[in-house]
């Protein structure tokens, strides 16, 4: 339709199908109608556009709005907007082409990604809280489990498992917080700018901003046509978010293994092999690590494609926003899944607890203990608590095995202590419980560590409650200023 003045021909086929963007533009059509709906309310209220012709508009965009989900467009439309736009001149005539007065495909695009992806940061946003809330939860049931921590794989020092999984809390919350800041850069209009230098139609901006719910304005209508910034932060902070759910992914996928035993993740998200009938593979959470790799691709990949475009709009821009949706729908996906498979966690106590006594995982007290009691400095305890190890390796003793006697016979002296308190030194739980520092798996600790952050998540939550509310009594506000122009 647009051809017909300046190109006359047709576009090539494989042309047409190579640069369209309908596929992913379904995304935005809903968006594209609520931008035509505030453009066009904009306009008439500036008077460019006469009442009677913004009224037949508006009734031709309710007509598109209501049917939505059914629409087919045709590929050698291009892209959504012009589609909508071929609809609603074949639906209300002649007159549906004053729409795309004063405005271009390149303010609308943005316009109608910034809309797409608030929601989404909203959507993923919550889903991100409910997983939180889900390990809080979870930790606040174990408190006192005992386990292995763990530093290059190798038994470390014990911990808990609340303290493990409030660890990973900790770092879904800073995501959480990641996205809120990205929701301030993305929630602004861009509408206006027009295809790069705005209008000279006496057009106000902040009509539209104030109908579409956009916190402000994107002012320099070049930054506003060229910029990707809002999706590539974004993308950005899915990525660091798709790390951390990954690395949870990687554990819980050990932790499930014969060796480890720790956990037992429920039949509905394991599968088996064909071959080997005895086989339960935690393949969901696999999916999970692989897929995350796919979020830090696309980040890679819009970085790339935005690097080295000449100011100000190009059409490479097109060919980041599937790839933004694509790490959108991994990141919901996968947090959805991280979260039924948490909630359905079978916890192997008895086996995490076994574990601690498997290795030398209390040697750093007995180290302790010598620097504390003895006086020695701490680098002569380490060599004397790993000449006790190793000794106790050779006679193949086990920690709980190891008694005063033996302890005196490698020191070469006598420690003055009871065999109780050789027991106490040397018990994993005894070791959680002495850590009364800030941060510690202590269960008073983990305890009051969750407490804050039950608070902080609420306050999180009301944070959100609030951004998604206004963007839905802004729609309540434009659809009832439809009605009153439509009359
Ligand atoms: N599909 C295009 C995009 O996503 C819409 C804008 C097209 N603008 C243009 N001048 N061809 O960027």
Redesign the pocket.
């Known amino acids: 339709m647009i051809r017909k003045g300046r190109l006359g021909q047709r576009m090539d086929w494989d042309a047409v199908v190579f640069t369209s963007?309908l596929d992913f533009?379904r995304v935005l059509l809903r968006f594209d109608i609520l931008g035509d709906i505030a453009h066009v309310i904009m306009l008439s209220e500036a008077g460019i556009l006469g009442r009677d012709d913004a009224k037949k508009i508006l009734k031709g965009l309710k007509t598109l709005l209501a049917d939505c989900d059914n629409l087919e467009f045709a590929h050698e439309l291009?892209?959504i907007?012009m589609a909508l736009e071929a609809e609603l001149i074949r639906r209300i005539g002649d007159v549906g082409g004053k729409l795309h007065t004063a405005r271009?495909?390149?303010d609308?695009?943005a316009c109608d990604l910034r809309m797409w992806v608030r929601e989404e940061v909203n959507t993923i946003s919550y889903l991100l809280i409910r997983l939180i809330k889900t390990l809080l939860k979870l930790s606040n049931s174990h408190r006192e489990t005992i386990m292995p921590g763990y530093t290059h794989l190798q038994h470390a020092q014990p911990t808990t498992l609340a303290h493990h999984l409030l660890s990973y809390c900790d770092a879904y919350f800073r995501n959480l917080q990641r996205l809120r800041e990205c929701y301030k850069r993305i929630n602004l209009n861009p509408l206006g700018a027009g295809?790069l230098s705005t209008t000279s139609y006496p057009i106000d901006r902040r009509v539209t901003t104030r109908l579409l719910g956009f916190d402000g304005i994107i002012e320099n209508s070049m930054d506003a046509v060229s910029s990707r910034d809002f999706l590539l932060e974004t993308m950005a902070s899915l990525s660091l978010l798709a790390v951390d759910i990954s690395r949870f992914a990687e554990d819980l996928i050990l932790w499930s293994t014969y060796e480890f035993g720790f956990v037992e993740i429920s039949n509905e998200f394991a599968s088996t092999s064909s071959i080997m009938p005895q086989k339960k593979n935690p393949d969901t959470l696999e999916i999970i690590r692989g897929k995350t790799g796919r979020v830090i691709g696309n980040l890679t990949a819009c970085l790339a494609i935005s690097k080295s475009l000449p100011n100000s709009?190009n059409?490479d821009?097109?060919e980041i926003?599937p790839l933004a949706s694509n790490s959108i729908e991994i990141i919901k996906a996968s947090l959805t899944l991280m979260e039924k498979i948490l909630a359905s966690l079978k916890v192997n106590q008895e086996k995490m607890a076994a574990s601690c006594n498997e290795t030398f995982i209390t040697a750093t007290e007995l180290a302790d203990f010598f620097v504390k009691k003895k006086g020695l400095p701490f680098r002569t305890a380490h060599e004397i608590v790993g000449k006790i190890v190793s000794e106790a390796m050779k006679a193949g003793l086990k920690p709980s095995d190891v008694d005063l006697n033996f302890i005196e016979k490698v020191y070469g002296k006598k420690l003055g202590i009871t065999e109780t308190e050789v027991k106490r030194i040397l018990s994993p739980i005894e070791a959680v419980k002495s850590r009364k520092t800030l941060g510690s798996p202590s269960p008073e600790e983990t305890s009051r560590m969750i407490k804050m952050r039950e608070r902080w998540i609420d306050r999180e939550e009301e944070n959100l409650k609030r951004r998604i509310n206004r963007l839905r009594s802004c729609e309540k506000t434009l659809f009832k200023e439809v009605e009153r122009l439509v009359g």
Request: proline letters at 0%; aromatic letters at 6%.
């Open positions: 963007s533009d291009e892209d907007h271009s495909r390149n609308q695009v295809a709009y059409r821009l097109q926003s």
